[in-house]
Nanobody
Framework: QVQLVESGGGLVQAGGSLRLSCAAS????????IGWFRQAPGNEREFVAA????????YYSDSVKGRFTISRDSLKNTVYLQMNSLKPEDTAVYYC???????????WGQGTQVTVSS
């Protein structure tokens, strides 16, 4: 099974941008659809975005559509989440996982913290 490690989080002002990375180990990375999820304090983990194995299909939650862009680089075994026009409500720990539809199918990693100040 592929193992995933998130990075790229940080503190940013509202309206700013960040790019998250999800680095995968294992030679079967291109066989998996990958998704991003987030969990804010006191909230359940929620789906953010997903990308199919060969990037043909991309899905976004309504709350990030038009602001976030998911992409993948198979040569680098990495999936990215470009986050623009960030809002304080985007503050959360962000996680990546293999997915089936909108459901995570791999174990959760440590995630990466994103904090958006107003």
């Amino acid at each position: 099974q592929v193992q995933l490690v998130e990075s790229g989080g940080g503190l940013v002002q509202a309206g700013g941008s960040l790019r998250l990375s999800c680095a995968a180990s294992g030679r079967t990375f291109s066989s998996y659809a990958i998704g991003w999820f987030r969990q804010a304090p006191g909230n359940e983990r929620e789906f953010v975005a997903a990308i199919s194995e060969r990037s043909y299909r991309k899905y976004y939650s309504d709350s990030v559509k038009g602001r976030f862009t998911i992409s993948r680089d198979s040569l680098k075994n990495t999936v990215y989440l470009q986050m623009n026009s960030l809002k304080p409500e985007d503050t959360a720990v962000y996680y990546c996982a293999t997915v089936a539809g909108y459901r995570a199918t791999s174990d959760w990693g440590q995630g990466t913290q994103v904090t958006v100040s107003s």
